[in-house]
């Protein structure tokens, strides 16, 4: 991308930051309360239910690499542009199928077998997940082309990141009314919550409906050529009038090539790990850990998202300033402040403080290691979505893995939990948070012997080695497919 591209306004920014709003409304519903909708109100038991959060994680890794690929390879419908393309057809295979994962299969009975119930949501799990890596894919892969400079890539990823928080607040919030306004008052989950998670689910689909015809309205793809570059990219390869030629650019198999893809794709599995797998079990841990109200799995969620929000707003100054590898490490330092939080301090009134540094840290590590990666895509773009999907699916598969070993180990087999599930929940929460926080910094170590670049384009077959002695400064900038 020719660096002389124009700033966003804040009207595009905010217009493209929405983009992603529906995914993460639904993703906020899907990694809350999935697992204690499934468990705790329809009676499905733990291994049962974390088969259906795996097959969902499963088909979004597979999914991405896939759209990834296809996304780059394809030029759109017409003029609309090949990422919004995509984006399109994701946001209605979301919209038509996610209300039905939340919602009991039709004309069931409290007597129906288990494994029913697994091939009733199966298909609906299937296509709520290729529609909602589509829509992830194709807005990621958007970051690179519109803006250039780095600390502007890091401000609209804040901007993406503060409506993830807004998304999360929101799911949180309307979830916390409908508890409160509940008829009956009852403090425990049970099957008389269904219509609550239904109403919750439309919600969550009108209010990401109107947020994806904004984007759509609002955001302006750049117009590609014949390759399916950029049209600001069409200069040649080499600029003779500098002295200097222009680097090439990566296809989607020199990145299989370089370490640093592999290193950026552990550091944003470990990223995901934490953000998602605390985000699946907090709610467990609060219901049968701490023993607290229901509503309270809608209150300490709102306040993590809350001061993620907050925190949000100093990711430019403060990656500017300290650099990307300290805020990260800032961020990890936070969330082992919660994990030893959590581990001493189980106590109802200490859960703020320890929602608040979940919240604060994950959104840090999560602003940084999506900058990292469009910092190693560079001008790149036109294999982003490859590298967006390769990135995406290490994190679908290691978080759905993730979930099954945890219910596989899990102490209660029947559908309702027991005494043990209280102590359980309280290592899982401890463990998920504190031991993968502690290989993150092991990898974000590495850094420092291995920097995130692109180390050699001779090796990764992308450019001839120099032919000549003109040559032997620079090589042979040719493109070899």
């Not at 030029?75 to 919004?84: D, V």
């Not at 014949?226 to 200069?235: A, K, Q, Y």
């Not at 090439?248 to 370490?259: A, I, N, V, Y």
């Not at 919240?359 to 469009?374: E, N, P």
């Amino acid at each position: 991308m020719a660096e002389g591209l124009p700033s966003l306004s804040i009207c595009s920014r905010l217009s493209y930051a929405v983009g992603h709003f529906l995914n993460d409304l639904c993703a906020s519903m899907w990694f809350t309360y999935l697992l204690v909708y499934y468990h705790t109100v329809l009676a499905i038991n733990n291994y049962h239910a974390g088969i259906l959060l795996l097959i969902g994680q499963i088909t979004d890794g597979f999914c991405t690499p896939l759209i990834g690929f296809e996304s780059d390879r394809t030029r759109g419908c017409g003029q609309y542009g090949k990422r919004k393309t995509w984006h399109l057809i994701g946001s209605t295979c979301v919209i038509l199928s996610f209300p039905f994962i939340f919602n009991p299969p039709v004309g069931s009975s409290d007597n129906i077998p288990q494994w029913i119930k697994l091939v009733y949501f199966t298909p609906f799990i299937v296509i709520f997940q290729f529609g909602w890596a589509s829509v992830q894919i194709s807005h990621l892969s958007l970051i690179p082309e519109l803006v250039a400079n780095k600390h502007e890539r890091v401000e609209i990823t804040a901007f993406r990141n503060a409506f993830t928080v807004v998304a999360n607040i929101t799911v949180y919030a309307i979830a916390w009314v409908l508890f409160h306004f509940q008829a009956g008052g009852e403090n425990n989950l049970g099957k008389q919550d269904i219509p609550l998670f239904r109403t919750l689910a439309l919600a969550v689909v009108g209010l990401g409906f109107v947020s994806s015809l904004f984007f759509h309205i609002g955001t302006q793809e750049k117009p590609r050529n014949e390759e399916g570059l950029i049209s600001s990219e069409t200069s040649p390869l080499i600029d003779n009038s500098s002295g200097i030629p222009s680097q090439p650019l990566l296809r989607w198999k020199h990145w299989l090539k370089e370490f640093s893809f592999y290193h950026v794709a552990f550091i944003y599995m470990c990223t995901r790990l934490i953000i998602n797998l605390s985000q699946v079990y907090i709610a467990m841990y609060l219901t049968y850990t701490l023993m607290l109200p229901k509503n309270y799995i809608a209150t300490i969620p709102l306040v993590m998202y809350v001061s993620g929000f907050l925190s949000s707003f100093l990711m430019k100054p403060v990656n500017k300033y300290i650099g990307r590898n300290m805020t990260y490490f800032l961020g990890l330092v936070v969330i082992l402040s919660f994990a030893y939080w959590v581990w001493f301090f189980q106590i109802e009134k200490g859960i703020f403080g320890a929602a608040i540094l979940l919240g604060s840290g994950s959104t840090t590590i999560l602003v940084t290691s999506l900058s990292m990666t469009a910092d190693l895509i560079g001008d790149n773009t036109q294999s982003g979505a490859f590298v967006y999907g390769s990135m995406s699916f290490t994190d679908k598969v290691a978080n759905g893995l993730g979930v099954l070993i945890v219910q596989s180990f899990h102490p209660c087999k029947t559908q309702s939990c027991c005494a043990q599930c209280g102590p359980y929940y309280h290592l899982v929460m401890v463990l998920v948070t504190g031991c993968i926080a502690c290989v993150a910094l092991l990898a974000l170590g590495a850094t420092r012997i291995w920097p995130i670049k692109i180390r050699n384009r001779y090796d990764s077959g992308l450019i001839a080695s120099p032919t000549n002695e003109k040559n032997k400064e620079f090589g042979d900038y040719r493109v070899i497919n």
